[in-house]
């Protein structure tokens, strides 16, 4: 990962660092609030039957509004055609470079899951599998087993017991599983034992570093635990686990720039991610206008509120074009609501896009709008994804570099030097 760096942006990790610690030095308090709206998997390609993106043809006089008074542009959340999962994206679009701050796959589950991690905590990711009587994997996913069937495993899986080392074990989905390691001096760097292929045996977790000796061994306990209590199961008589990660131990957001931070999301992983820059995650419904209500009612306890807008990206990922358009208005709808409360910078954008005729999310550019009071507006009239190509914010902004911009209009970074 680290070698793509110099081809995504021109700054380089240490530049970066230092980034953060120039905002430290250079916040300023107020009582102006910056909401950041993410609209998940906003942008789009042409799809509908006027060849407009969703985004386009969905009509949006409030957003149309705040975009023509403010800036606008299209954000690159990874860099140049790549195309991002909802993790990273996120953390690119909070200001942290997501090749630097980077998210074990152990984690990422434990997140969409809504585990609480805990400071020092190593999760992975498992699958159930089916082996032979020689202990060869015949099938690496166990048939798929059904999730009730998995989440009753898991029950028996909490059976096995490790000294010195606490033990969580959470079913995902179908055969996926979750296992926490928690206890002193644990570390990620353990080996998968997923061999990749059936006819294989399970392979061993041995440590990749001296300092995760303890965890490998404890990892090592726990599997032979596990074959002897699923020894009898059938077709998911044993496990294989990967993406063995610590919990990350990063600047919370708060920090870096001086604010009181909440999320408001109705998704776990949205959370979970949340989480991890130090946000507090605020109770809210499963609707949309639900988590308007969250925000009005919290809005005078915090400084920085992240939104979170899930449903636009999975009608992308359904290739559901016109659910996609009615959500984003439906967006549009409330936003008056969030106006009256007088925030002192609005970002909505998206975390990438994911059009509904490609089903899936892609690299394009992700269309933003930053709105504030004493922002010098550019020509852009209507929030699309054509018309933020010719804003101010340009066609392929660094997305770390949206809340910045963000904390600027909001008059909480003050002069550099006399
Ligand atoms: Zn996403």
Known sequence: MVSLRPYLFQRSVEEKKM??????????????????????????????????T????????????????????????IGTGITPGSGPAHLAVFGYDPLKYEVGRGVLEALGVNFDLKDGDVAARGNFC??????????????????????????????????????????????????????????GAVEETDPQAAGKKPLEPVALDPAAEKTAKAVKQFIAGAAEVLSSASPANMLTLRGFARKPDWPPLRNVWGVTTAAIAAYPMYKGVAK????????????LEDEFDTLVERWNDYDFFYFHVKPTDSAGEDGDYDRKVSIIERVDKQIPRLMKLGPGALIVTGDHSTPSVMKAHSWHPVPAFIWSKICRPDAVQVFGERACVAGALGPRLPAIDLIPLAMANAGRLEKFGA
């Open 130 to 187: 089916t082996v032979d009587s020689n202990g060869f994997i015949t099938d690496r996913r166990a048939g798929r087993i059904p999730t009730t069937k998995n989440a009753e495993l898991c029950e028996i899986l909490r059976t096995v017991k490790v000294p010195g080392v606490e033990l969580f074990v959470e079913p995902i989905k179908e055969h996926r599983l979750l296992l926490v390691l928690r206890g002193e001096g644990l570390n």
């Open 19 to 52: 980034d953060f610690s120039l905002a430290q030095q250079l916040t300023l308090k107020n009582d102006s609030k910056v909401v950041l709206m993410i609209l998940d998997g906003l942008g789009g390609i042409p799809g509908g039957p006027d060849g407009k």
């Open 276 to 287: 991890l820059v130090g946000m507090d995650v605020l109770d809210t419904g499963t609707e």
């Open 54 to 77: 969703e985004l386009e043809a969905a009509s949006t006089p409030n957003l149309d509004t705040l975009a023509r008074e403010g800036i606008c542009g299209l954000h690159q959340p």
